[in-house]
């Protein structure tokens, strides 16, 4: 659906990422693929190119070098391009003195859509985005919960086959925040979606996959299993095993050399031991392995419980610790 390949966007301003004619990248030879139907989430710290990204993608901003398509649409075809895509900034452009229904209306004249079309539109995302009840109100009424459904229900007036939000839960409240999600997450089963957020919980909450990009460039994409197993270099499993520890251990070792043992201190009496299991070959199954291990060792395995780097920690690893 979004294929990027080598996309760069120089700007002429010196800075610590200058080169050799004194410019400087935002974005830099970045190439990645957002699959139909995925929910593909963009991490990276402030000035890492997250934004910059996004206007190249909606042809806001032309890449200084490199190209992407979108559903086949090469960027420099921006009418095309604008008609496969919703778009919704982190702040959304509304004008606040129509009300909910005028506003989309006028939104979906915009787009070129005819008036009988674009009244079932209306309908269709006032229902989608919880808008009903307001759809007479004023949006400088609304708070900024509502505010953010109406941006995004204008960014969809044209039934577009990809989504790219930045940062659409920003100042919102709690229960907002899971609304918003919510409605991310079902529009995600039909829509391609690229979603910009400075919070962890809610790309964990809501993304399919992740790509961490800092200083204009990727540093790992994948699910959060993929880059929790990059960051810390191996697969980890915490077992509670009954019996003889040491015969488990070798039992692991003899089937393969690359795992190991780490024990630690006693769950209880009764030859109750907490383990951890770690192997530095992702091709390991860590659970069949332990349970392979347990009945040629004649032991009891009485609990498992894989392991993982939190987002955060290689969110940090993969930045450098900049936020």
Not at 116 to 141: H, Q, W
Not at 238 to 265: N, Y
């Amino acid at each position: 659906m979004i294929h990027a390949e080598l996309l760069s966007r120089q700007y002429g301003i010196p800075s610590s990422k200058k080169t050799d004619n004194g410019a400087f990248y935002a974005v830099r030879d970045l190439s990645f693929h957002v699959r139909r139907g995925e929910v593909m989430g963009l991490l990276g710290p402030n000035g890492a190119g997250k934004s910059t990204t996004m206007k190249m993608l909606t042809c806001f901003l032309p890449p200084s070098s490199g190209d992407a398509t979108i559903n086949g649409v090469p960027l420099k075809d921006d009418v095309r391009i604008r008609q496969q895509l919703g778009y919704l900034p982190e702040q959304a452009p509304l004008y606040t003195d129509l009300d909910v229904h005028a506003h989309l209306a006028f939104i979906a004249s915009m787009q070129g859509l005819p008036k009988a079309t674009a009244a079932d539109r209306i309908r269709e995302m006032a229902r989608l985005c919880g808008l009903e009840s307001v759809l007479n109100r004023r949006i400088d009424e609304l708070s900024k919960g509502f505010r953010q459904r109406v941006g995004l229900a204008a960014s969809m007036l044209h039934d577009p086959v990809c989504l790219i939000l930045d940062e659409p839960t920003t100042g919102l409240d709690p229960n907002q925040i899971v609304e918003i999600r919510h409605l991310i997450r079902r529009l995600g089963e039909e829509k391609t979606v690229l979603l910009s957020s400075h919070v962890l919980s809610e790309v964990e909450a809501v993304c399919d996959r992740v790509m961490i990009i800092s200083d204009g460039q990727l540093r790992s994409i994948g699910t959060t299993d993929e880059l929790s197993r990059a960051a810390s270099g191996e697969s980890r499993l915490r077992l509670v095993l009954r019996g003889d520890v040491s015969r488990f251990t070798t039992a692991i070792r003899s089937q393969h050399s690359t795992c190991s043992v780490e024990a630690e201190v006693a769950a209880t009496g009764d030859d109750v031991y907490q383990l951890m299991l770690s192997c530095s070959d992702p091709s390991v199954h860590l659970g069949e392995l332990a349970f392979q291990a347990a009945v040629s060792a004649g032991a009891v395995l009485l609990e498992m419980q894989p392991q993982s780097t939190s987002l955060e920690d290689v969110f940090h690893q993969m930045t450098g610790g900049r936020s």
